[in-house]
């Protein structure tokens, strides 16, 4: 059964930069799209982007395009959220998911999810 452990969360200043992991065990990732969500303190859970199968379709949300980064690496079991330009807003429990669905931007599509890690932004 495949189990999702994410990792690289932690303090960062405005502007800066942390890269989050997302690490796949008990089945492979190969035949699998690979969402980040996050959720911000009193907040809904919101998508922040997600890389199809094989990698060939990235998409973002809107509040974080241009400054961030997914990507995936099949053979090592990894996916990882490349974190540019921090903003205080971006302060939240980040979580990766996977779903057997080609894409999707919808928490409700993903049915593998990890425990998340702490993102904090601030000065």
């Known amino acids: 059964q495949l189990e999702l452990v994410e990792s690289g969360g932690g303090l960062a200043q405005p502007g800066g930069s942390l890269r989050l992991s997302c690490g796949a065990s008990g089945a492979i990732l190969d035949y699998r799209s690979i969402g980040w969500f996050r959720q911000a303190p009193g907040k809904e859970l919101e998508a922040v982007g997600c890389?199809?199968?094989?990698?060939?379709?990235?998409d973002y949300a809107e509040s974080v395009k241009g400054r961030f980064t997914i990507s995936r690496d099949d053979a090592e079991r990894m996916a990882y959220l490349q974190m540019n330009g921090l903003k205080p807003e971006d302060t939240a429990i980040y979580y990766c998911?996977?779903?057997?669905?080609?894409?999707?931007?919808?928490?409700?599509?993903?049915?593998?999810w990890g425990q998340g890690t702490q993102v904090t932004v601030s000065s």
């Open positions: 890389i199809s199968i094989h990698g060939t379709t990235i």
């Open positions: 998911a996977a779903s057997a669905g080609y894409w999707s931007m919808l928490a409700g599509d993903y049915s593998t």
